[in-house]
């Protein structure tokens, strides 16, 4: 029920901004995630990411506020080990790199109040996490030889943050300043839902056999982002 309220309001409020268009921007930015309340008693490793974002326009006096997508992937566990081929082949040498890793998909809102050099803002999103664990094999110097998703599970999450964006600098072509680029810094915070998952030794090899201790937990994260954010200026025409 509150997927569909939010839609519908964003569905209604980009309908009736359409005619103030005046820009477009794209960021991307680094990550450190931190596992909160039941999710960090399973997990004690600090997060190391990267993000995407697209947002639909530039905020402006008249509607200070933007509508747009963030993707985000953060790595949460990892190892690495040697093993033999095969038993038949016990000369070469395979390595087998194991990653826990989280991918975010949200919708977003943007509320940004004040526009100049240094932009205070808000934001809003709404989305979901698809956590997995992911085995590699390959040879040195090789790409992967083999690779298998041991563990995936979904997990619904909503959240706000909270930064501010300091301009660096703007280009200019036959439109005056085609472009500006800003420093992007923010914190957020996602209530992520229950989900299962693999965690740092929850996969044990027994002989040939391959025993998974699943961890079960609400979700919740805390994420620092530090990147970029370009504006590219009236691509809609406008003032």
Not at 59 to 79: K, L, M
Not at 94 to 118: A, C, E, K, W, Y
Not at 202 to 221: A, G, P, R
């Given at each position: 029920m509150r997927s569909k309220i939010f839609l519908i309001i964003l569905i209604a409020l980009i309908g009736e901004s359409t005619n103030y268009l005046s820009a477009q921007s794209a960021g991307v930015n680094l990550l450190l995630g931190f596992p909160m309340n039941e999710f960090k008693d399973n997990v004690k490793r600090t997060g190391l990411g990267a993000g995407l974002?697209?947002?639909?326009?530039?905020?402006?006096?008249?509607?200070?506020?933007?509508?747009?997508?963030?993707?985000?992937?953060?790595?949460?566990?990892?190892?690495?080990?040697?093993?033999?081929?095969s038993s038949?082949?016990?000369?070469?040498?395979?390595?087998?790199?194991?990653?826990?890793?989280?991918?975010?998909?949200?919708?977003?809102?943007?509320?940004?109040?004040?526009?100049?050099?240094?932009?205070?803002?808000?934001?809003?999103?709404?989305g979901g996490s698809?956590?997995?664990?992911?085995?590699?094999?390959?040879?040195?110097?090789?790409?992967?030889a083999a690779s298998s998703t041991n563990f995936s599970d979904w997990a619904w999450n909503y959240g706000a943050?909270?930064?501010f964006q300091i301009k660096l600098v703007s280009f200019n072509n036959t439109v005056e300043k085609a472009a500006s680029v800003f420093l992007d810094f923010k914190v957020r915070y996602l209530n992520g839902t229950a989900a299962e998952y693999l965690k740092e030794g929850?996969?044990?090899?027994?002989?040939?056999?391959?025993?998974?201790?699943?961890?079960?937990?609400?979700?919740?994260?805390l994420t620092v982002n530090l990147g970029a954010v370009v504006y590219f200026n009236h691509l809609f025409g406008g003032e």
């Open positions: 974002q697209f947002l639909l326009w530039n905020p402006i006096r008249e509607y200070p506020y933007t509508f747009g997508i963030n993707i985000s992937y953060i790595n949460y566990g990892w190892g690495s080990r040697s093993e033999p081929f038949t082949v016990p000369d070469v040498v395979v390595n087998v790199d194991r990653t826990n890793n989280i991918i975010n998909f949200h919708l977003m809102s943007q509320i940004m109040p004040i526009q100049g050099n240094v932009r205070p803002y808000l934001e809003l999103l709404l698809y956590i997995y664990t992911q085995t590699n094999v390959y040879s040195s110097g090789s790409e992967d943050g909270g930064g929850s996969v044990i090899i027994n002989h040939d056999q391959v025993i998974y201790q699943v961890s079960k937990s609400k979700t919740d994260l």
